[in-house]
């Protein structure tokens, strides 16, 4: 009988690994020797393939998204591992595979969970997956102020490891609105910059200007009420300019919201990129409205208040591996959308930050009694996340943080009539124009 030989090719961008407390070899010994158990120790952002014989395991945090394909060849399957789809595609095409290769063939490996795969050939079994990541529910005290102060910290934190991590000489953009998750990285990221005697010349907030968008004003009026208007820096870039093809290709999704999020994602990036060629780090505040759940429940037919609380981690991961709502393609929640961020800082050169996204400041928000907060009211779970975070805040920096309501990145950066204009088409739209790529 023919001896199979499986092979594993890792086209991951290994530059985009961020581990902060041990290097990337022992990172992959302990997820290939150890598992889950040992992967939710490390501390980072991370996209990480571990192989030894037919066995290979993959995991990534929830920041670094990652796709895999298993193709087929007479000598033995290939498992590839990538960043993108496209990548995927372009390395099938150059060993005479492209046959086999649809985009929706591809796997993500979902967020917060250790995938195993055993190359055996012909069928191939299931992968394999195993939680890493998994917060208490609920166990925080029913005081605002207390839970702000504990998430507000953790936040600053995480922001203080990652500025310690970056050269003193380069500058920090933050992608602002004066929206309460964009807002409260720029103080804290204001704060740990004064605290720790950093310069804070290097310290800027970029805020999308493409005409009328009332961003604009709200992140003027943000940062002149706490005395704080010179580190604006509006970016201006025109509606008419904005591409939806290119958008799609950039994100390799069609999920309207978040090729709206991205169009807009990458305008701000086209910009900052146009006006300072050098510049390299970007931090913003995806996550936020995962983490507190401020998203508009009746805006999905599928959600309700009980089914937003009750499920752990729904926003970030969606439905969950191993239900029947959960994509393969693409799994859920942030876990899928995140790239609507990703993407669009690497295509331009940033290495971006959503400190919102790391571990521990997930597990504070996991651990917000809401049930016991809102008794199930849905606009007192909107109100919540503005009163956490204003007062977290306060406690960590003395500021009174300006609270506006909720607007999602692109109905900020233009007014939503003007909005539906520049970006007419529909879901099914988006999906088609996405799979056309490839045919």
């Avoid at 496209?86 to 150059?94: K, R």
């Avoid at 925080?140 to 102060?149: A, K, M, Q, W």
């Avoid at 943080?401 to 607007?407: D, L, S």
Wanted: charged share 25%.
């Amino acid at each position: 009988m023919d001896q199979y030989i499986e092979r594993v090719v890792d086209l991951t961008e290994l530059s985009a690994n961020d581990i902060y407390n041990l290097p990337l070899e022992e990172a992959r010994a302990l997820l290939l020797e150890h598992g889950a158990d040992a992967v939710g120790k490390i501390e980072g952002s991370f996209a990480l393939v571990a192989r030894s014989g037919k066995k290979v395991r993959m995991a990534r945090s929830l920041d670094r998204p990652m796709r895999y394909f298993l193709a087929k060849r007479k000598e033995g399957p290939v498992l590839i591992v990538a960043d993108r789809i496209d990548v995927i595609h372009q390395w099938l095409e150059g060993e005479g595979l492209s046959g086999q290769f649809h985009p929706n063939y591809t796997r993500m490996v979902p967020a917060h969970h250790v995938v195993d795969l055993e190359l055996i050939g012909c069928p191939d079994p299931d992968p394999v997956y195993t939680r890493f990541f998994t917060p208490e529910m609920a166990s925080l005290p029913p005081d605002t102020e207390e839970i702000g102060r504990r998430y507000i910290a953790v936040l600053a934190d995480e922001i203080s490891l990652w500025l310690n991590r970056i050269p003193v000489t380069e500058p920090v953009g933050v992608c602002f609105s004066g929206g309460v998750d964009s807002g409260s990285v720029f103080l804290a990221t204001y704060h740990v910059m004064q605290q720790q005697g950093m310069n804070l010349g290097r310290l800027k907030a970029f805020v999308l200007d493409l005409g009328e968008g009332p961003d604009v004003q709200q992140a003027r009026e943000f940062l002149s009420t706490l005395g704080l208007e010179m580190f604006l820096e509006p970016i201006l870039a025109h509606a008419d300019a904005l591409d939806i093809r290119e958008t799609i290709s950039v994100i390799e999704d069609y999920k309207s919201l978040d090729v709206e999020s991205a169009t807009m994602g990458l305008a701000l990036c086209r910009g900052v990129r146009a006006r300072y060629g050098d510049w390299r780090y970007l931090i913003d505040g995806d996550g936020g409205d995962e983490n507190l759940k401020d998203y508009p429940i009746d805006a999905n037919p599928e959600l309700t208040i009980r089914s937003v609380i009750n499920n752990p981690m729904l926003y970030q991961e969606g439905w969950g591996v191993g239900k029947i709502k959960h994509s393969l393609t693409y799994s859920g929640g942030l876990s899928r959308s995140y790239a609507r961020t990703y993407a669009p800082a690497r295509r331009f050169g940033f290495r971006g930050f959503s400190p919102f996204t790391r571990p521990r400041v997930v597990a504070v928000a996991e651990a917000i009694p809401f049930t016991t907060l809102t008794n199930y009211d849905v606009e007192r779970l909107y109100e919540l996340k503005g009163e956490v975070v204003s007062k977290g805040i306060e406690s960590l920096t003395g500021l009174k943080m300006p609270v506006y309501g909720k607007r999602r990145f692109q109905h900020g950066a233009l007014p939503e009539p003007a909005m539906r204009r520049a970006l007419p088409l529909e879901e099914a739209d988006y999906r088609r124009q996405f799979l056309s790529l490839y045919e």
